[in-house]
Nanobody, 123 residues
Framework: QVQLVESGGGLVQAGGSLRLSCAASGSISGINYMAWYRQAPGNRRDLVAAITSGGSTTYADSVKGRFPISRDNTKNTIYLQMNSLKPEDTAVYYC?????????????????WGQGTQVTVSS
């Protein structure tokens, strides 16, 4: 299977910056899509930003222009640079990756989630 390890969360004042990282490991054949989602208490888990293997990106309207997403395909890693943070950005941020992995002699699809990293923005 494929494991995702996130890092970079923490506590920051409004207007500050944080950089999240997510590294995928395992018997990976290819990763088509990697993304960041977030979930605040009592809310659903929503997409923040996504990037495909070809470099196409998608952003939630609330983070456009503030949270650029990038990807290092050689390391199976994505980054989320969070700038001009606001208290409403406070949430647990989850990494998601989709692609194919080696399962014995076969290839299989995977859709993996990280354990989540807390981001807290104080006013």
């Amino acid at each position: 299977q494929v494991q995702l390890v996130e890092s970079g969360g923490g506590l920051v004042q409004a207007g500050g910056s944080l950089r999240l990282s997510c590294a995928a490991s395992g018997s990976i054949s290819g990763i088509n899509y990697m993304a960041w989602y977030r979930q605040a208490p009592g809310n659903r888990r929503d997409l923040v930003a996504a990037i495909t293997s070809g470099g196409s990106t998608t952003y939630a309207d609330s983070v456009k222009g503030r949270f650029p997403i990038s990807r290092d395909n050689t390391k199976n890693t994505i980054y989320l640079q969070m700038n001009s943070l606001k208290p409403e950005d406070t949430a647990v941020y989850y990494c998601n990756a989709r692609g194919t992995y080696y399962s014995g002699r076969l290839f299989a699809d995977f859709n993996s989630w990280g354990q989540g990293t807390q981001v807290t923005v104080s006013s």
